[in-house]
Structures are given as structure tokens and as C-alpha cells.
């Protein structure tokens, strides 16, 4: 069957410290990846893209790989803040229409 | 830009009651889309609009959910009758293009926040 999984835990980081988040999945051939940050009570928001022939992409203190022979990507924080903490969804184009389909999402907190 | 809107921004029914849900996307923005937020979970596609065209619609329970994208620009999506499980949050998203191989962001907004007692 097919699937996303993200970490299953709650992730705790201390600040200043690289967070680094997993999304695995399996019986999907994406195009492209998609990293969305959520807060409480608010609708996500894009932060990064990655398509099937690019490795690694970089903005500002966030970094995602994709490695599609092992069927994952890693999303990194580097010198988390607390401003950091919030969940973090990996979504995957499924459809022939570019529809995404999301995981279920990892809550980050980084701890002053 | 102005983002997307929804209302209303909480809803709490009766189960076997009905509701409806508005959106009004991104001004320009051709694709819509509905998702269902449970607690807990990622957000699952409900709807996708190209336009006022539906583009898919395989998870929507056409029993009791309907959605419409009026004149291609705001979009509605109603419950009837509304289920215990139906609780969660409906977010709705817009995007630039869409279902071509042009790799879109979907601006998201805040969600609607269902309750069904």
C-alpha cells in the first residue's frame, strides 16, 4: 500500500542545536516534494520544494535532500530558535493533476 | 496580496444537521482546493478545482459532502448531513496554475474548525 511517514515522535531540540526531520515513503514515484511549516490554529505554510533530479535545496537556515532510490528526504534546521517550533508536514505529488498528499507531520519544539 | 480566506472560522452542529463552508481564494489563483485536517493527521485532499472545473474529486464522500467553485473564483463546501467523524479542520488552498508540470505552492488559509456533537 502506499505511504508517508514522518518521525513518529515529537522531535525536542535544544537551540542553536540542527534539527533534522524524516519523510519516508513508499509506492509513490513523486515528481517533487513539498516541506510545509503549520503553527496552531493556522493553515500551513510553504516553506521549500524539491523535484525528483535535484539532491539537495537550500534557503536561509533550512535544508531538504531527496534521495529517491532510498525513497526519502531529510529536512534540516540549522541553529534552531524557538521561533522554530511548530509541525512540519512533507507532501508528495500523487495524481496525474499534482495533487499532494500529505504526512501526518512532525511537532518540533526547540528548548532555550 | 491578500491571502485566502475562509469562514466560518468555527462551527460546532448537531450530528444529521447540515453546514457550509466559504472560500475565496487568491485573486489570479486558477486551482482550488479543499482539504480535511483530523486531529493529529496531515491534511487529506477533499476537492481540486482548475477553475470552475472539478479536477479531482475521488476522496470527497459524494453522499454527504458537495463542493462548488462559483465562477471559478470563491468556492463553497457543504456537509448533509454531518457525522461524528466529519469533526476536523477543513482548510482551503489555492494555487497559481495547476495540474500542468509547473511545480505549484499552495497558499493555505487559517481552516475552518468543525465540531459534531
Known amino acids: 500500500s502506499q505511504k508517508i511517514e514522518q518521525n513518529s515522535e515529537a522531535l525536542n531540540i535544544q537551540e542553536g542545536k540542527t534539527a533534522t526531520l524524516t519523510c519516508n515513503y513508499t509506492n509513490y514515484s513523486p515528481a517533487y516534494l513539498q516541506w510545509y511549516r503549520q503553527d496552531p490554529g493556522r493553515g500551513p505554510v510553504f516553506l521549500l520544494l524539491?523535484?525528483?533530479?535535484?539532491k539537495e535545496k537550500r534557503k536561509e537556515r533550512l535544508k531538504v535532500t531527496f534521495d529517491t532510490t532510498l525513497k526519502q528526504s531529510l529536512f534540516h534546521i540549522t541553529a534552531s530558535q524557538p521561533a522554530d517550533s511548530a509541525t512540519y508536514l512533507c507532501?508528495?505529488?500523487?495524481?496525474?493533476?499534482?495533487?499532494?498528499?500529505f504526512g501526518s507531520g512532525t511537532q518540533l519544539t526547540v528548548l532555550p | 496580496e491578500a491571502g485566502v480566506a475562509q469562514s466560518p472560522r468555527y462551527k460546532i452542529i448537531e450530528k444529521r444537521q447540515s453546514v457550509a463552508f466559504w472560500c475565496n481564494p487568491i485573486s489570479g489563483h486558477a486551482t482550488l482546493y479543499w482539504y480535511q485536517q483530523i486531529l493529529g493527521q496531515g491534511p487529506k485532499l477533499l476537492i481540486q478545482?482548475?477553475?470552475?472545473?472539478?479536477?479531482?474529486d475521488s476522496q470527497l464522500p459524494k453522499d454527504r459532502f458537495s463542493a462548488e467553485r462559483l465562477k471559478g473564483v470563491d468556492s463553497t463546501l457543504k456537509i448533509q448531513p454531518a457525522k461524528l467523524e466529519d469533526s476536523a479542520v477543513y482548510l482551503c488552498a489555492s494555487s497559481r496554475t495547476g495540474w500542468t508540470r509547473d511545480y505549484n505552492e499552495q497558499f493555505f488559509g487559517p481552516g475552518t474548525r468543525l465540531t459534531v456533537l
Open positions: 524539491i523535484r525528483e533530479n535535484e
Open positions: 507532501a508528495l505529488d500523487t495524481g496525474s493533476a499534482r495533487q499532494l498528499t
Open positions: 478545482f482548475q477553475n470552475n472545473g472539478v479536477v479531482d
